[in-house]
């Protein structure tokens, strides 16, 4: 019954024009595809997360979840996805970044899932690439 008022066309900004505004400060702008030869094992949407660690490994320092039925897809990733307190993605020069298919739906890595994975520097460019080529075993 809002439609026509401004606030949601706001609301819906982030979701649909990510590849036209900037990318925020200390963001970075992660653009996620599937590799045509992996597509035929995905049978219907299930979940996809993308997250952002420190290259040693440990718990993700920065996460979102999305569907697999929205590939490809451009997100930004942010301080705002944080997932410790205290810890901001902006801080890290170095970050490992994936995006995992989640074939049981769970957050956790299992075998058969889809994933793909880049090494992140802050000296770079605020935008990656990660092109989901990978199954686990």
């Not at 990318?23 to 970075?28: E, P, Y």
């Not at 219907?44 to 979840?65: H, Y």
């Not at 997100?75 to 307190?85: C, F, G, P, R, T």
Request: hydrophobic share 40%.
């Amino acid at each position: 019954a809002d439609a026509g008022t401004a606030a949601p066309a706001v609301a819906s900004a982030p979701a649909t024009n990510s590849e036209t505004k900037p990318v925020a400060a200390g963001g970075i702008r992660v653009s996620i595809e599937l590799d045509t030869a992996l597509r035929d094992r995905i049978a219907g949407p299930v979940p996809l997360f993308i997250f952002a660690r420190r290259p040693a490994g440990g718990p993700p320092l920065a996460a979102v979840r999305r569907s697999s039925s929205e590939l490809p897809l451009s997100i930004d990733l942010s301080d705002e996805n944080a997932m410790m307190q205290g810890i901001r993605i902006s801080d890290q020069e170095q970050l490992k970044l994936v995006a995992r298919v989640s074939m049981s739906g769970s957050p956790r890595e299992q075998s058969g899932d889809l994933f793909g994975e880049v090494e992140y520097s802050r000296d770079g460019n605020p935008e990656v690439t990660i092109r989901i080529d990978q199954v686990v075993p």
